[in-house]
């Protein structure tokens, strides 16, 4: 666990200064540290989970499925980040409920995904290797979420 938050320490850091210098404005940031994210998880999760050769062999080829189907999400939820943050001022209580429906069904079905997904790694790992890879995974959302908390003010 103590890798696992170097790891994303680094991660969330480095990312910053990067992503804040390429930026133009507040939604090109959201967009740049996604992205950024995105393509350091794989390493994340190599480094976290240590997988026999075997194992590998069959956990990668599901795991890049998953993150590829958990990524259809992310323009959803860059949409919904950059239109709260730019309307944040003049949203008004009608248009906050809507965003929070749009959250709750994005957050409804990407658990679906996530128990689909639960099964078929269930089948190629044993159940400690898969509890260390839902720790990695929700110790990833959880450093991607406090990145944007810290980073992008909508006041």
Sequence with gaps: MKKLLQILMILLCSTSALVMAQAADKSDYVSKVVESIISEERNIIKEYIQLTEAEAKEFWPIYDDYQSTM??????????????????????????????????????????????????????????????????????????????????SYK
């Design 71 to 152: 990524r259809d999400f992310l323009p959803k939820i860059v949409v919904l980040i950059n239109k709260f943050v730019s309307e944040y001022e003049t949203l008004s209580d009608k248009q906050a409920d809507v965003i929070i429906e749009e959250i709750m069904d994005i957050q409804k079905e990407s658990i679906e995904i996530k128990k689909s997904y639960v099964k078929k790694f269930r089948r190629v790992l044993p159940p400690k290797k898969l509890l260390e890879l839902i720790h990695a995974e929700s110790s990833i959302e959880i450093g991607f979420t406090l990145k944007f908390m810290r980073e992008i």
